[in-house]
């Protein structure tokens, strides 16, 4: 069946690194265009990148543009969010999602930024 698993969140400091991982399995990667969200405690769930089947074409939030970078390794069924500059506003959990119908979410994985 389709998962996706999400991995690499925890604790940075403003300023600090981390780099997402997301694991697909049950289905061909390739073939569709991803997505990372974030979800921040007590806000909506929001659409922070998206790459597509390709890479020709890839697209951030405001917010994370020119901090953040979207990259897949159709190879090896993993999508990656490498995460520089981080603020404490980024602290959220962060998902994956595969588009298509239906589309389907990871677990998530938590990202905290503080001093």
């Known amino acids: 069946q389709v998962r996706l698993v999400e991995s690499g969140g925890g604790s940075a400091q403003p300023g600090g690194s981390l780099r997402l991982s997301c694991a697909a399995s049950g289905f061909n990667l390739s073939m569709y265009v991803m997505h990372w969200y974030r979800q921040a405690p007590g806000k909506e769930r929001e659409l922070v990148a998206t790459?597509?089947?390709?890479?020709?074409?890839?697209n951030y939030a405001d917010s994370v543009k020119g901090r953040f970078t979207i990259s897949r390794d159709n190879a090896k069924n993993t999508v990656f969010l490498q995460m520089n500059s981080l603020k404490p506003e980024d602290t959220a959990v962060y998902y994956c999602?595969?588009?298509?119908?239906?589309?389907?979410w990871g677990q998530g994985t938590q990202v905290t930024v503080s001093s």
């Open positions: 790459i597509t089947d390709d890479n020709t074409s890839i």
């Open positions: 999602r595969r588009s298509g119908y239906p589309s389907y």
